[in-house]
């Protein structure tokens, strides 16, 4: 009997030893896990808190918050070359407070390649692939290059920004950022030291054919109404280098009506993807009733 | 704070290119090189080495071409008393990667080779069957056609050249590609110039003397960046049994050929079956194959397939288009349908939506760039390898037709064109007709 009652204490001490290990295991995990939710707190609040600083930085930079919130809405034409390949554009844009937004590149012999956003609809269309509705990551990320005013934007388009580095392009110092946006990419900006300006933008963009790095060098900052904006822009992306200058800014110009309707191919896509529109019921991209009016 | 206008990437997108431009059999000039030029072409072999080490995306690969021959070219480049010499060392260094899309286009070759004069037509296109070469089809109203030659017949000399023995080195070299290259070179000259061959008939050998057409107005000339523009040609007919059948030559100028292809099948939508056929079309813009595909299925989410470049993956996707066609569907290639054309016939058959007929493709299917060089020659090279979305990469192997009908006079004398009445047979459901092998 005394060997049996030994080995029942064996075997419940055992049975205890089971229970104990993992939570043991589990006291700690809670514990570690405790103090990793408050620093990515304390770091989350540190992002934010630079993000704003970045934000008010940036906002100074182009010409102040005044300045920025005179007008309602911007008209931009461009000229795009890919040298190397002998290929060249115009690009126009126009965007609005409200949040509507065209953009419509010719290029020659190949036609007019558009996008937009009327209301909650972000579409593109072109003569090759035709009309699109624009959905998901995708139509975020146009929302957002969309704005109207981005520096204004910063904050809400983004959840965090850390210091990534230092880097001095040409002769320029810039800080570099890591700016976190809602939906969790991260684009690298390097931020001039001196005058607060962009300077490059490395980022990994969402396309229908799937993610694309692409880096953009500004350059040629000149102010139009006291805002600054770049008046060059080259692009690289693998192999490819593209430059994008600048010809005509203007503000609150009269604009076609046009320019606020959707084209009548992407009406008849709206038309017939409203029930399957319906069944999915997207999620709205962020867009409060409170942020709608100024984008 | 910043905002990159989405557009900019169509743009980057389109210029890689699926097309090839052919860039074989160039005699190189023989002018000696003054030291200015020799400067320049050291600078174009430099910045050709650089572009092609910055893009490609197996670098193991390519240090096992490359290792010391890349010195070693460059040292013939630097030794090179002419031009055509230098560009016989940039071109070995190419060939040695033994890839499709590597190629060079001297800078006043590249006028001839894709424009002006060397565009004119004798009407006739010629396939290789048994080490020989067959007239396979007529354009209605060309100089062949004009001039009694008839579809089946064999083309024994061109001017004054055998071709048989040619034919041999060609099929010597393993490229499916280089015989339909050399072939059209062969029938096609300055426009207004004349050329004999020597035709072989089914009842006799005869001489036939040509006179080089230029290509019809109704063909707009397309280019695309560099290169020149060459006449587009987009044919539609209506076959008996009520079959919509159209023929493009290249996947260029979007502006055209988009709409034709939109007001074809929106036309006759009533008819029994669609065949395309992209026998000969060397490709082109590889978006337009997805553009052209979007008429074809109906559902989101579907891909032709992936491009693999060094830095990233990007997907051939496809935006099918309301009202688009959903009657059968076949397709006709052969060993002269490269790039665009294999990335369209195997992204489709990869779904089931379409039927291949013919010969299996020219096994050419990567995405290139066309750039110019500091010497004015423009380089083209391959900046990203691709496999379909069954995961088929078509480089070197190409795309196998499900039913393959080989070249055979008497079948074409019979049917005129085999494939297309094979692929006609298929839409009707007919039995009989032209032999073929079923895949």
Same mark, same amino acid.
């Given at each position: 009997m005394k060997s049996e009652n030994r080995w029942l204490w064996i075997f419940a001490l055992l049975l205890l030893c089971g229970v104990c290990t993992p939570s043991i295991a589990q006291e700690a995990e809670e514990a570690a896990k405790e103090g990793a939710v408050a620093e990515e707190a304390k770091s989350d609040e540190a992002g934010k808190a630079l993000l704003a600083e970045l934000q008010e930085k940036s906002i100074k930079a182009v010409g102040g918050k005044e300045a920025l919130e005179k007008f309602s809405s911007r008209k931009m034409s461009s000229k795009v070359k890919i040298a190397?390949?002998?290929l060249e554009a115009e690009l126009t844009l126009f965007v609005d407070s409200q949040g509507n937004y065209r953009e419509s590149m010719v290029i020659t012999g190949y036609g007019n390649f558009q996008q937009g956003i009327n209301g909650e609809v972000a579409w593109s269309l072109d003569p090759i692939n035709g009309p699109r509705l624009v959905t998901g990551k995708e139509k975020e990320q146009l929302i957002r290059s969309a704005r109207f005013q981005p520096n204004l934007w910063l904050t809400r388009d983004h959840q965090s920004a850390t210091l990534a580095g230092e880097e001095t392009l040409g002769d320029i110092a810039c800080t570099i950022y890591d700016l976190k946006t809602n939906d969790g990419a991260v684009?690298?900006?390097?931020?001039?030291? *001196?005058?607060?300006?962009?300077? +490059?933008?490395? %980022?990994t963009v969402e396309s229908p054919m799937g993610q694309i790095p692409i880096q953009v060098r500004m350059s040629e900052y000149k102010a139009v109404d006291g805002i600054?904006?770049?008046?060059?822009?080259?692009?690289?992306?693998?192999?490819?280098? %593209?430059?994008?200058?600048?010809?005509?800014?203007?503000?609150?110009?009269?604009?076609?009506?046009?320019?606020?309707?959707?084209?009548?191919?992407?009406?008849?896509?709206?038309?017939?993807?409203?029930p399957k529109e319906e069944e999915t019921a997207e999620e709205p991209q962020g867009d409060s009733a409170e942020e709608s009016s100024d984008r | 704070m910043f905002r990159l206008s989405q557009l900019h990437q169509i743009l980057l997108l389109l210029v890689s290119v699926s097309f090839l431009a052919g860039c074989i059999g160039l005699p190189g000039r023989s002018q000696t090189l003054s030291s200015e030029q020799k400067v320049l072409f050291i600078e174009s072999f430099d910045e050709m080495t650089r572009m092609i080490e910055e893009s490609f995306w197996d670098p193991d690969?390519?240090?096992?071409?490359?290792?010391?021959? +890349?010195?070693?070219?460059r040292d013939q480049v630097e030794e090179a008393r002419s031009a055509g010499e230098a560009r016989a060392a940039m071109r070995r260094l190419l060939a040695s990667l033994k890839m499709s899309h590597f190629g060079l286009i001297p800078d006043s070759a590249s006028q001839?080779?894709?424009?002006?004069?060397?565009?004119?037509?004798?009407?006739?296109? @010629?396939?290789?069957?048994?080490?020989?070469?067959?007239?396979?089809?007529?354009?209605?109203?060309?100089?062949?056609?004009?001039?009694g030659i008839q579809s089946g017949d064999e083309i024994l000399k061109v001017g004054e050249r055998d071709l048989a023995p040619r034919l041999q080195e060609w099929s010597e070299?393993?490229?499916r590609y280089l015989p339909i290259q050399a072939l059209k070179s062969a029938c096609s000259g300055e426009p207004g110039t004349e050329r004999d061959y020597l035709v072989r008939g089914s009842t006799e050998d005869r001489i036939v003397t040509l006179t080089f057409q230029p290509p019809s107005d109704e063909h707009p000339r397309v280019g695309f960046g560099n290169i020149s523009p060459v006449p587009l040609m987009m044919e539609k007919r209506i076959l008996e049994g009520d079959i919509l059948y159209l023929r493009l030559n290249m996947f260029l100028g979007p502006m055209h050929v988009m709409p034709w292809f939109e007001k074809?099948?929106?036309?006759?939508?009533?008819?029994?079956? @669609?065949?395309? *056929?992209?026998?000969?079309?060397?490709?082109? @813009?590889?978006?337009?194959?997805c553009g052209l595909a979007g008429w074809l299925?109906?559902?989101?989410?579907?891909?032709?397939?992936?491009?693999?470049?060094?830095?990233?993956?990007?997907?051939?996707?496809?935006?099918?288009?309301?009202?688009?066609?959903?009657?059968?569907?076949?397709?006709?290639?052969?060993e002269g349908s490269a790039s665009t054309s294999e990335i369209m016939a195997q992204g489709l058959r990869d779904i089931g939506r379409v039927r291949l007929f013919g010969r299996t493709t020219a096994g050419a299917a990567l995405p290139s760039v066309l750039v110019k060089l500091p010497n004015g020659d423009i380089l083209q090279y391959a900046m990203a390898d691709y496999v379909s979305v069954s995961g088929k990469r078509m480089e070197g192997v190409g795309v196998e037709p499900d039913e393959v009908i080989e070249v055979d006079p008497e079948q074409i004398r019979e049917f005129g064109d085999p494939a297309l009445t094979r692929a006609a047979y298929w839409i009707l459901g007919k039995a009989g007709g032209p032999k073929s092998e079923i895949r």
């Open positions: 190397d390949a002998g684009h690298k900006y390097w931020v001039a030291n *001196d005058d607060g300006l962009v300077r +490059k933008v490395s %980022m600054q904006y770049p008046h060059k822009m080259s692009m690289k992306q693998g192999v490819q280098n %593209m430059e994008v200058i600048l010809n005509t800014l203007e503000h609150d110009a009269e604009i076609d009506a046009e320019m606020l309707t959707l084209p009548e191919q992407v009406k008849r896509l709206v038309e017939r993807s409203k | 690969y390519l240090q096992e071409c490359w290792g010391e021959l +890349k010195d070693e070219c001839e080779l894709t424009g002006s004069p060397s565009d004119g037509e004798a009407g006739m296109i @010629l396939r290789v069957s048994d080490g020989r070469a067959i007239v396979v089809r007529l354009e209605e109203g060309g100089a062949a056609e004009s001039a070299s393993g490229s074809a099948i929106q036309e006759h939508k009533d008819a029994k079956g @669609l065949i395309f *056929d992209l026998r000969g079309n060397p490709g082109g @813009l590889g978006l337009m194959a299925i109906e559902d989101q989410g579907f891909e032709l397939g992936t491009m693999k470049t060094k830095a990233n993956e990007m997907n051939f996707v496809v935006n099918p288009r309301l009202d688009g066609w959903v009657k059968p569907v076949a397709l006709l290639i052969d």
